[in-house]
């Protein structure tokens, strides 16, 4: 069978992601003797024209789409990805009698929802590198897929899903083969990183989040070993700057520890990231094995310096993990990017003054804080309840995969918008979604590029804003 996988990520901002998880299906399909094509519509101007061109090309036999994101999660801004699914796969649909597969991370938090929004037949809500070969098995075998571990469906209007049972053996941390499945250089010249994830499994209970639902909540961990020879064999053909993209990185503590330690023995030539620290497992330990494996950006996800937001967020740790963190950093040279999430439950004028007061006090200028506002509610998660409990949220499930947020009712959004907005006029360092997705950006990222800028950018950011400033714009 001819296998077309199509990446229908076009978010460019901050920056560009690669499509990694399409790049592993491709290349697991075609190690188990598919003839397979990906075809990336991250770059391309005109999809609908790109699409219908490739099934002429290709004439493919099942056609996969993998869905990385439903929206940008963006109150200020929401932009709903999704409406543009619907015209790829109706082309599809009208050009050819292909299987359809739908796939990727947004299919894994709303499946059913995704299956009745396209019409599409089977889902993979499971471990895709194991899951859609076993399907296209069925597939080329004409046999039904409806016994298969790991997919979804609706029948009789009925939405129905077979659980797959995560393994309990440890995480293969690899990498495909990124020359043969995209335009590496379009990637690199607009500064991306490349993802690396080390293990699967979240064991937090923050009550907004999705980690759980997609990847388990047992830690399912790769060997050390194994994530530092991939990283080496990363930056050996030209991929030198890294991004840890593991939903906690430094949980378990002991297993980012020993990658740390591990990777400061080598000569491994590459930049490395995460955005993804908590502040329980932040110390002086970790943050010089840090800095001696070559780390030269990191991100905190505190959401809150207030006990009674950081309780109703359910994050797990208080103020005090927060404030603690925030001295172990102003020991240390790693950039730090602080993320803020405002107006969750317990939210009030009062603890908004909270956290900016410890973001304009205890984070380096050097540093940047974000802040997002309002949070993403989806369809299963203790946010959804409390939501409903608070009577802020009417929407049913099947109506809520065009974006819908959650306000704290005991906060006035203006108002909070308007205060961020203070705060950031007077620290340049400071952020929200309005300027991570600034037109300008892309440009930046270019131009950057050829001066010699390398990821991540975000450490620019005061000069970013005050030479744009100087120049007129509000950024």
């Known amino acids: 069978m001819n296998i077309l996988i199509i990446s229908t990520n076009r978010n460019q901002f901050p920056m560009p992601v690669i499509p990694v998880g399409a790049c592993m299906i491709a290349e697991t399909a075609q190690d188990a003797g598919y003839k397979v094509r990906l075809l990336d519509l991250m770059f391309e101007r005109d999809t609908l024209n790109t699409v219908q061109e490739e099934l002429k090309r290709f004439k493919p036999d099942v056609v996969g789409f993998s869905i990385r994101n439903i929206d940008n999660n963006d109150m200020q801004s929401p932009s709903f990805y999704i409406k543009e699914l619907l015209p790829l796969i109706n082309t599809v649909k009208r050009k050819i009698p292909a299987n359809i597969i739908l796939g990727g991370a947004a299919v894994s938090v709303m499946p059913e929802e995704l299956l009745r929004y396209t ?45 797959q049972p995560l393994s309990t053996n440890s995480y293969h941390c690899w990498y495909p083969d990124f020359y043969r499945w995209l335009n590496v250089k379009a990637y690199r010249e607009r500064l991306t990183t490349v993802p690396l994830q080390t293990k699967l499994g979240c064991r937090f209970r923050c009550i907004y989040c999705t980690y759980r639902k997609i990847e388990g909540n047992q830690y399912r961990l790769s060997k050390p070993e194994e994530a530092v020879n991939t990283i080496i064999s990363l930056s050996s053909t030209g991929f030198r700057h890294i991004e840890f993209v593991d ?66 967020l359910g994050k ?88 819908v947020f959650y306000m704290s009712p005991t906060i006035e959004y203006s108002w909070l918008q308007k205060r961020i907005k203070a705060s950031m006029s007077r620290h340049m360092n400071f952020i929200n979604t309005d300027s991570i997705g600034f037109p300008i950006l892309l440009p930046i990222h270019r131009v950057g590029y050829k001066l010699g800028l390398r990821p991540p950018l975000w450490k620019h950011t005061r000069f970013i804003r005050r030479s744009l400033r100087f120049i007129g714009m509000d950024v």
């Open 316 to 403: 797990g740790f208080t103020a005090e993990h927060v404030y603690k963190a925030a001295e172990v950093i102003k020991r240390h040279k790693i950039p730090c990017v602080w993320i803020f999430m405002m107006g969750g439950p317990n939210e009030t004028r009062e603890t908004v003054t909270e956290t900016l007061q410890f973001a304009e006090n205890y984070i380096r200028p050097q540093d940047v804080a974000f802040f997002g506002l309002g949070i993403r509610i989806y369809p299963g998660t203790e946010l959804e309840s409390l939501a409903r409990q608070q009577g802020v949220l009417l929407l049913t499930p099947e109506n809520m995969l065009e974006p």
């Open 247 to 312: 939903n906690v990185f430094n949980s378990p503590y002991d297993h980012a520890l020993s990658i740390c330690e591990s990777l400061a023995k080598v000569k491994h030539g590459a930049s490395l990231q995460s955005l993804e620290l908590n502040p329980l497992f932040i110390n002086d330990t970790l943050i010089t094995a840090m800095e001696q494996a070559g780390f030269t950006g990191m991100g905190i996800t505190v959401e809150s310096s207030s006990d009674s937001v950081l309780s109703g």
């Open 119 to 163: 019409g599409v037949s089977f889902a993979v809500t499971g471990d895709g590198e194991t899951v859609f070969i076993k399907l296209l098995e069925r597939l080329s075998e004409g046999r039904s897929p409806k016994d298969l571990p790991g997919v979804s469906w609706i029948e009789d209007d009925i939405f129905k899903s077979n659980t």
